[in-house]
């Protein structure tokens, strides 16, 4: 079966029972906040006694304002740093996952220079680093699979691999969520899903929206069969709802604890 994952949104006592009740596995999001890192010891440790029982899959790490590809030396600097300190926090927690946005925005950069610095950055970044940690880069606003693509096969490095968020690609991008999949094809070790209008980021549940999940679990099968599924909605309840669809249309072993 696949591993699934949970992305606990902050909603860590609800969503360490619903981890234990189906036997999956949890994001912790906590991290993606930068003002967690002044106490961040503390933090880890919180989160290690809140899911004793339960496995940590990955973590999510700062995004706002950050760029790794940004041809200013200080915004490069400081998304340098904080990327460290994520990593540094995933040892901690024993995490061998990191959610990672490279923060670049349509039409503020040509893509080839920024594709140049995102490699010397990388570089840099994965030089002393654990060769089991995963880093999964997360689309966000780009419109196609290219930047992504480019990426990761510029770096050339089994630790980089690809976060692909459906709901963003389906919102954020004229490009087909299923053509995503298959041009992105197995460097797809990732999968943020949720549903929304195609208009707007909702996080919804996979049966709230415009996003055809049968169509789209198919292709990942398909195209992606080793990536992990993390189920990103926005509320407990559309949460417990995608579980369910999951165990309905046999990605998942029901559990009856």
Same mark, same amino acid.
């Given at each position: 079966m696949?591993?699934?994952?949970v992305c606990d949104r902050a909603n860590?006592?609800?969503?360490?029972?619903?981890? &234990? &009740? =189906?036997?999956?596995?949890? @994001?912790? +999001? !906590?991290?993606?906040n930068t003002e967690t890192y002044d106490i961040y010891p503390e933090e880890v440790n919180k989160n290690l006694s809140r899911y004793l029982e339960?496995?940590?899959?990955?973590?999510?790490? *700062?995004y706002k304002d950050l760029c790794l590809g940004s041809s200013d030396k200080l915004i490069k600097s400081a998304t340098m740093a904080r990327f460290e300190y994520t990593y540094q926090i995933s040892r901690l927690l024993g995490? *061998?996952?990191i959610i990672l946005h490279h923060g670049y925005i349509p039409g503020t950069s040509y893509p080839s220079s920024?594709? %140049?610095?995102?490699?010397?950055?990388? =570089?840099?970044?994965?030089y002393n680093k654990n060769h089991n940690i995963n880093i999964h880069i997360e689309n966000q606003f780009e419109r196609t699979p290219d930047l992504l693509s480019e990426v990761v096969y510029t770096v050339n490095d089994s630790r980089l691999k690809i976060c692909l968020d459906v709901g963003h690609a389906n919102c954020n991008? &004229? !490009?087909?969520?299923? +053509?995503?999949?298959?041009?992105? @094809? +197995? %460097?797809?070790?990732?999968?943020?899903?949720? @549903?929304?209008?195609?208009?707007t980021d909702q996080?919804? +549940?996979? !049966?709230n929206g415009t996003i055809n999940f049968k169509e789209i679990c198919f292709a990942l099968e398909k195209h992606a069969p080793n990536c992990i599924w993390g189920i990103e909605t926005n509320n407990l309840d559309d949460t417990e709802k995608s579980i369910q669809w999951l165990i309905d249309n046999h990605y998942l072993q029901g559990n009856n604890k």
């Open positions: 696949k591993e699934i994952v860590h006592k609800e969503v360490s029972l619903l981890c &234990k &009740k =189906y036997g999956v596995s949890v @994001n912790i +999001d !906590t991290f993606s339960v496995k940590i899959a990955s973590i999510h790490g *700062p995490c *061998p996952n920024w594709v %140049k610095r995102a490699k010397s950055f990388f =570089y840099e970044f994965l991008s &004229k !490009t087909s969520v299923i +053509d995503w999949i298959e041009q992105l @094809n +197995d %460097k797809i070790s990732f999968v943020h899903l949720h @549903n929304n209008n195609g208009l996080h919804l +549940d996979f !049966t």
